[in-house]
């Protein structure tokens, strides 16, 4: 079993809808979370950190439930360029990141 | 431009061959990381340096793979006798202790 698991995807939504990525994590004393973007041939980009009460970015929503080793980002209202591939982090202590393998997103007009 | 800077962007080699890449961190970033990375898969760590320390190396780092930052600054992974398995992308990001990570362009090693 991989230390970080994600919905494989791919997710494929139109416009406007709201959409949900889960995670689930292995080691319970993994101390911080981050959801990463990435785009097709390019580099993984910090999209935000996930903290136990929950944070909000604009359209972003993170949840973090330490007890059921799960993480969640979800999307509201998305938009065209929103589709990339979502990558759920890790830290399992000193700055040592497990990525899982990444979920698809494609928002279609 | 002052993010995460990496050389060359693209590398093809012949099996056997020795190469090295070069990373540029953020100037204040005293944490560098190196990962792979393969298609449909996420980053996977390598190893990391704290200034000029190298902390950890990952299983996935054999002998022929060495890294270092002398001076605590940029950062080379140098691949010996290199082979078509150790094709992929190589990644390297910067943070300070603590924080998130943040990630070079890469450099898109072909190996034939």
């Known amino acids: 079993r991989k230390e970080v698991e994600q919905d494989p995807g791919p997710f494929n939504v139109p416009e406007g809808a709201t959409v949900a990525f889960n995670c689930t994590y292995s080691?319970?004393?993994?101390?911080?979370f981050f959801w990463y973007r990435q785009d097709c041939r390019k580099e993984p980009k910090l999209l935000m950190s996930?903290?136990?009460s929950g944070n909000e970015d604009g359209r972003f929503t993170a949840q973090l439930n330490r007890a059921s080793q799960y993480i969640s980002l979800l999307i509201r209202d998305s938009k065209l360029s929103d589709s990339a591939t979502y990558l759920c982090?890790?830290?399992?202590?000193?700055?040592?990141?497990?990525f899982g393998a990444g979920t698809r997103l494609t928002v279609k007009p | 431009d002052t993010g995460v800077s990496q050389n060359p962007r693209h590398k093809i080699t012949k099996r056997g061959q020795n190469v090295t890449f070069r990373c540029d961190p953020i100037s204040e970033h005293n944490r560098l990381y190196w990962y792979r990375q393969t298609l449909g898969q996420g980053p996977e760590f390598l190893t990391y340096?704290?200034?000029?320390?190298?902390?950890?190396k990952s299983r996935l780092l054999s002998d022929r793979f060495s890294a270092e930052r002398p001076k605590g600054s940029f950062s080379t992974l140098e691949i010996q006798r290199t082979e078509q398995g150790d094709s992929a992308m190589y990644l390297c990001?910067?943070?300070?202790?603590?924080?998130?990570?943040?990630f070079g362009p890469g450099t898109r090693l072909t190996v034939t």
């Open positions: 996930v903290y136990s």
């Open positions: 080691n319970s004393a993994s101390q911080s």
């Open positions: 982090v890790v830290n399992r202590g000193d700055n040592d990141m497990r």
């Open positions: 990001a910067s943070s300070l202790v603590g924080k998130g990570q943040y």
């Open positions: 340096f704290q200034n000029e320390a190298q902390l950890e």
